[in-house]
């Protein structure tokens, strides 16, 4: 059981640095796309269009923010 149910070891804790890079690099991506998007339509914005953006790297800035937190408890409390 303890194989299955026990403490993980330090390696782990990779999981949530990977992720973390993943939804920071995709904000970012998000984020310069829109503000382009914005800059090169600004006279016929498309308003469902950028509500969709800004609630997308809203969640993908909360990602990132919440698997940062995670990976620095892991590392904390596995020294």
Known sequence: MNNYFGPLSNE????????SVFCGFSFALVLISTILYVIMNFNKI?????SNAIMG???LFLAYFVNRLLHTM???TLI
């Not at 498309?46 to 950028?50: D, F, H, K, S, V």
Request: glycine fraction near 0%; proline fraction near 0%; include cysteine.
């Open 12 to 19: 782990s804790c990779l999981y949530f640095y990977v992720v």
């Open 46 to 50: 498309n308003r469902i269009y950028l």
């Open 57 to 59: 790297s809203a969640n």
């Open 74 to 76: 892991c590392i904390r």
